[in-house]
């Protein structure tokens, strides 16, 4: 069974802090790795990820992918309180027998950061 | 950027009757609509995919005959939640993919918060 797991699943950090967000997955047919950010309403979008070792950056936050060991890390530097939200790792995957596609999401990290 | 635009986003209605959420993409043609639910403090559970004039494929465990999905064109989906239940309760998300999308592939509506009293 395709499953997306990450860790850990609350954090809690002071600002200025830089912390480490983990995403571990098992996956037939992967196609890409997305992460986002959802605070009160509906997911957006950070980054996607398709080749290993290769580090997107966006402002601080940046993410790279192992799809040998089947992982992936969210890194924010240098935290704010806005930063406070759920990060969602999430697998495209090619869907069971078809060319569509689905997203398998992991239960998501709570991010909390304290002035 | 690409938009998909839900409605409503808050809704309360009495148990037994029928609630339509409609999820349209602005400005892209959306050749696949997906359908999540996700209760507090849990993660977004695919409900359902769809492809513009054909039958959804629903996951299991989900009752297509309560949860009615209408992908009638590339950018019009809705979803009516039939004779609904306080347990049917939930926030419901579509996305929307298309072959000239954003090149991360999926865009989320807005959401709708569905309460069922």
């Known amino acids: 069974e395709d499953k997306v797991v990450q860790s850990p699943l609350s954090l809690v950090v002071h600002e200025g802090d830089t912390v480490t967000l983990n995403c571990s997955y098992e996956v037939t047919n992967f196609r890409s790795l997305l992460w986002y950010k959802q605070e009160k309403k509906a997911p957006t979008f950070l980054f996607m990820l398709t080749s290993s070792g290769i580090e997107k950056k966006s402002g601080r936050l940046s993410s790279i992918l192992d799809k040998k060991e089947l992982f992936s890390i969210l890194n924010i530097t240098a935290t704010q309180t806005g930063d406070s939200a759920v990060y969602l790792c999430?697998?495209?995957?090619?869907?069971?027998?078809?060319?569509?596609?689905?997203?398998?999401f992991g239960k998501g990290t709570k991010l909390s950061v304290k002035p | 950027g690409a938009v998909v635009s839900q409605h409503p986003s808050r809704v309360i209605c009495k148990s037994g009757t029928s609630v339509k959420i409609e999820c349209r993409s602005l400005d892209f043609q959306a050749t696949t609509m997906f359908w999540y639910r996700q209760f507090p403090k849990q993660s977004l559970m695919l409900m359902a995919t769809?492809?513009?004039?054909?039958?959804?494929?629903?996951e299991q465990g989900v009752e297509k005959d309560k949860f009615l999905i209408n992908h009638a064109s590339l950018t019009l989906s809705t979803l009516t939640v039939t004779s609904a239940h306080p347990e049917d309760s939930s926030f419901y998300i579509c996305?929307?993919?298309?072959?000239?999308?954003?090149?991360?592939?999926?865009?989320f509506g807005s959401g709708t918060r569905l309460t069922v009293v």
């Open positions: 996305s929307a993919r298309g072959k000239t999308g954003p090149p991360y592939g999926y865009t």
């Open positions: 769809s492809n513009e004039g054909s039958k959804a494929t629903y």
């Open positions: 999430a697998v495209d995957s090619l869907a069971r027998g078809g060319s569509q596609g689905n997203l398998i």
